[in-house]
């Protein structure tokens, strides 16, 4: 049920008031926060799981691997090192700055608005939450509308479990995240598309607030020649085939020599049918598009080449067959745009090099995977290749690992999360000098002389 915007004025005063008063602060606060979290998910699996797939026809495993599993792994890694990353950090001194001392201090910024997005409307409204709690922030979360299930479920359990004077939940849909973004947050986190993140970007400008923009992209997928080919079409479908391709780091596309494509469609095929049956679009282990106005959206977008895999639609439940395409032209349709959805064209590239140019012409991408058996392919493709995150040899599994830090690149997105780098982007670094008293050393101090210039050279 969408929260009357009349009411984010004074929601957002007592949320002032609560930092103000230094709530948040103490670091055992804070772990409370985060285990309760866990704690909120333990606790209602079953409903989370029947939310998910209400929502997108998620199976039980992909709750967990995709949802739940992150935020457990995230909170037990924030409590653990919370001391660590709180503690200020000593810097050194020169010797024009003695008698004295320098650090950094970490605090909380304040109040940070969470604008959650739909496709794991779990995992991307509370990963952001636990950076903000551990650094001692207030937060605001708005859950995406565009899953209905999801959110109304974290409408309720939020109050229920985290403390409800440094946490609220807003819902609602366009009229009530614009009433949201006219107020003045201390920091911004969005997770969704480009086109939104611009309009984010812009109402934070007016009161000059940091964000965090998550978008997306168009994320490559290279196939290196002596490439594993078994391995590589295992990995790659699933990783465009987990909630239906719709994941913002998901392989859009790939790219691979014309000696190594039909081979290539062939392990994907036979990956497919090991992993869904013969009847994908009746699978329970794959999940549905969203909904009707996305559905209308990737459906055209498979008339963009040649379909060789999948193709099927089933239109009354939102559902669309894994489907590879080839004979993709580079400015087809399908590829002007994130697809989003469970459709992977496979384009022909000479080699690595021109694979690697075709990557550069577009715009910088979220993720970038390369599938290679080649120690120099791997590092010619990390020095040439801009991109958010790179995966060598699998899929989306460098999420796994807490203290990689996540984040785009350009259009892809602004600001890193996870692990310590996402206690640090929701944290206001502050920069602190210690001055001693004695000795006073005078040479900094006017009248000037050249005696004084010689040595604020010596000493600088």
Not at 124 to 149: F, M
Not at 355 to 370: H, N, Q, V
Not at 437 to 443: Q, Y
Request: glycine content about 8%; hydrophobic content about 40%.
């Amino acid at each position: 049920m969408p929260t009357d915007p009349a009411i984010y004025p004074e929601m957002l005063a007592e949320l002032r008031a609560t930092f103000d008063r230094g709530l948040t602060r103490p670091l055992d606060w804070r772990r409370e926060q985060l285990a309760a979290i866990s704690r909120m998910l333990e606790e209602n699996e079953d409903r989370v799981g029947e939310a998910l797939a209400e929502d997108l026809g998620k199976p039980a495993q992909e709750v967990l691997l995709g949802e739940t599993a992150l935020i457990f792994s995230e909170v037990e890694h924030a409590r653990k090192r919370l001391k660590r990353w709180a503690r200020p950090r000593r810097v050194h001194t020169p010797m024009v700055g003695q008698p004295g001392r320098s650090w950094v201090q970490p605090e909380p910024f304040g109040i940070v608005l969470i604008i959650g997005a739909w496709n794991y409307p779990i995992q991307l409204l509370l990963s952001p939450l636990i950076p903000a709690l551990a650094a001692g922030n207030c937060a605001v979360l708005k859950p995406s509308e565009v899953a209905p299930a999801t959110s109304r479920l974290m409408a309720e359990l939020v109050p229920r479990y985290l403390d409800e004077r440094a946490v609220r939940v807003v819902e609602g849909a366009v009229e009530e995240t614009t009433e949201l973004l006219k107020l003045h947050f201390d920091h911004i986190f969005y997770t969704g598309s480009s086109a939104v993140g611009r309009i984010v970007m812009r109402a934070a400008a007016e009161h000059l607030t940091p964000v965090t923009l998550e978008l997306g992209g168009k994320s490559p997928c290279v196939i290196d020649a002596g490439a594993d080919i078994e391995s590589a079409a295992r990995r790659v479908i699933w990783g465009k085939c987990l909630n239906a391709g719709q994941t913002c780091i998901a392989p859009d596309y790939v790219l691979v020599t014309p000696g190594d494509r039909d081979r290539l469609i062939g392990a994907i095929e036979h990956e497919l049918f090991e992993m869904y049956g013969s009847d994908r679009l009746g699978s329970s282990d794959y999940c549905k598009i969203i909904n009707r106005r996305h559905f209308d959206r990737l459906r055209p977008l498979i008339d963009s080449g040649r379909v060789v895999i999948g193709g099927r639609v089933d239109e009354e439940r939102c559902r669309i067959e894994p489907t590879v395409l080839t004979e993709v032209a580079a400015d087809a349709p399908v590829m002007r745009e994130e697809i989003f959805g469970p459709i992977l064209p496979v384009l022909e590239v000479a080699d690595l090099d021109e694979a690697m140019a075709f990557i550069r012409e577009r715009d910088k991408p979220l993720s970038a995977y390369l599938f290679t058996r080649s120690r120099e392919s791997e590092r010619r493709f990390a020095e040439s290749v801009s991109t958010g995150n790179l995966c060598i040899n699998d899929t989306l599994m460098f999420m796994s690992v807490p203290e990689l830090p996540f984040g785009g690149v350009g259009n892809s997105g602004m600001g890193q999360y996870h692990g310590r780098a996402g206690f640090d982007r929701l944290s206001h670094l502050k920069s602190v000098m210690k001055r001693g008293l004695f000795p006073e050393i005078p040479v900094r101090f006017p009248p000037y002389s050249k005696l004084k210039m010689r040595l604020l050279k010596w000493v600088s």
